[in-house]
């Protein structure tokens, strides 16, 4: 219930999100190559594509520990943060 309550509330604050965005490492997945619903790394700016797809922006913001997401193009969608299970900005 919790969850559906976060993702129903618009976008909270949150401590994970960087002061600043690094530019996107690549212009496709960088494991899979797609170039479909793709997501940044707010960390490092690694771009992978997303959970529709082969996960690979979820693996890399879990096993890198890098929680925060942005969908691309930057600036144009939403940041997710793993660690609040939320939208964030």
Same mark, same amino acid.
């Given at each position: ?10 976008? !909270?604050?949150?401590?994970? @999100? ?7 490492? +690549? ?14 790394? +707010?960390?490092?700016? /690694? &771009?992978?594509?997303?959970?529709? !797809? +082969?996960?690979?922006?979820?693996? /890399? +913001?879990?096993?890198?520990? /890098?929680? &925060?997401? @942005?969908?691309?193009? &930057? ?15």
């Amino acid at each position: 219930m919790e969850i559906l309550r976060r993702l129903a509330s618009p976008r !909270q604050a949150c401590s994970h @999100v960087p002061s600043a965005l690094p530019a996107p490492a +690549a212009d496709r997945c960088e494991e899979c190559g797609s170039d479909f619903n793709l997501r940044m790394c +707010a960390t490092c700016g /690694h &771009v992978g594509c997303c959970e529709s !797809q +082969a996960g690979d922006a979820r693996r /890399h +913001a879990l096993t890198e520990g /890098h929680p &925060v997401i @942005v969908s691309m193009p &930057v600036g144009g969608g939403f940041t997710w943060c793993y660690e609040e299970r939320a939208y964030v900005g």
